[in-house]
């Protein structure tokens, strides 16, 4: 369904992602941003889905200034390179690419945005910073929005899910994230983990996948068309 394209940043910087187009009438565009494990082949199938579902998708991979090409798996030495990998991309380079990808698919309507691990911080991250970029974003399971984010608030609708036994963002942070935002819908699975969403982890849960995934696409019904 999909195909590799490249984008150019604001600062000059190409970059790859990959991008898939509807069959069915278009209803707007949807950012998908990666995990840290890069634009690999699950970020490609929820690509499809949005695709699938009436939007233009496409997930830019933001690893492309440090390394092009990173497709990594969930385990071992994998999780390692991951980790080192978004070390080295700042925030701000994020972000640039991340507007790049909204604007490459602007012409599809209003533009959403969904992120994964990392990409659900940096979802959460454009709700604050990429307002007339993004007009919606969904992250799931996104660390360190505590301690980075929460001093500002969205200025964009935000959903937010978390798994109840996440070992990277306990429930004490997710109250965090309620309290200063308290606008903003956050939804907690029950006995689901971190990288819940993902059929490539250990961790996926299908159940809550279901779910999140209907709430995503009513609140992306309701915002981007």
């Known amino acids: ?10 600062d000059g910087v190409t970059l790859g992602a990959y991008r898939a187009d509807p069959e069915s009438p ?7 941003i990666q995990e840290i494990f890069g634009v690999n082949g699950h970020i490609r ?10 939007y233009v998708a496409i997930a830019p991979a933001l690893y492309d200034r440090v390394r092009p090409g990173v497709e990594l798996g969930y385990e071992g030495d994998d ?16 972000l640039d690419d991340i507007t790049a990808a909204a604007e490459a698919v602007r012409g599809a309507g209003r533009v959403g945005a969904v992120g994964f691990c990392w990409g659900g911080f ?27 984010l929460l001093d ?29 935002w308290p606008d903003v819908p956050v939804y907690v699975y029950a006995g689901a983990q ?9 961790s996926y849960d299908a159940q809550s996948t279901r779910l999140g995934f209907a709430r995503t696409l009513r609140f992306f019904s309701e915002q981007i068309g």
């Open 1 to 10: 369904m999909g195909e590799h394209v490249q984008l150019t940043a604001s």
């Open 26 to 32: 278009t209803r707007g565009a949807i950012v998908v």
């Open 45 to 54: 199938d929820v690509v499809d889905a949005y695709a699938a579902a009436g």
């Open 79 to 94: 999780m390692k390179a991951g980790i080192d990998l978004r070390s080295q991309v700042p925030l701000a380079s994020a």
């Open 122 to 148: 940096l979802a959460a991250a454009s709700a604050v910073e990429l307002a007339g970029t993004i007009d919606a974003a969904v992250g799931y399971y996104g660390g360190g929005i505590v301690a980075n």
């Open 152 to 180: 500002r608030s969205p200025q964009v609708p935000l959903v937010l899910h978390f798994g109840e036994l996440d070992h990277a963002i306990p429930l004490e942070d997710v109250d965090k994230v309620r309290a200063a």
């Open 194 to 202: 971190h990288g819940f969403e993902c059929d490539h982890r250990a």
